[in-house]
């Protein structure tokens, strides 16, 4: 059975920055995408990015030039750099291991 655990979330200011992690253990998937989804309140579950197992990764548009999504195969890990952290980044961001399954989520609160 796989498991990802995710961390690294927190409250910052506007502008500030913050690094998520997302560990894959027990069963491992290493050739599946994976990804970062947010959901903030009273919204849908949206995609932020991902990154194929050959490190290929894909943005949303409004994190484009923001977020920096890289994998770290040997570690079965992924990272989710987010940098000049807006109000309207705030979420529940969970990590997602494609086909396979979910993280339990981390919040990210950005301040005005």
């Known amino acids: 059975q796989v498991r990802l655990v995710e961390s690294g979330g927190g409250l910052v200011q506007a502008g500030g920055s913050l690094r998520l992690s997302c560990v894959q253990s027990?069963?491992?998937?290493?050739?599946?995408?994976m990804g970062w989804y947010r959901q903030a309140p009273g919204k849908e579950r949206e995609l932020v990015a991902e990154?194929?197992?050959?490190?290929?990764?894909k943005y949303a548009d409004d994190v484009r030039g923001r977020f920096s999504i890289s994998r770290n195969s040997a570690k079965n890990t992924i990272y989710l750099q987010m940098n000049n952290l807006k109000p309207e980044d705030t979420a529940i961001y969970y990590c997602?291991?494609?086909?396979?399954?979910w993280g339990q989520g981390t919040q990210v609160t950005v301040s005005s």
């Open positions: 027990g069963r491992i998937f290493a050739d599946r995408t």
């Open positions: 997602n291991l494609a086909y396979i399954g």
């Open positions: 990154i194929t197992s050959t490190g290929t990764a």
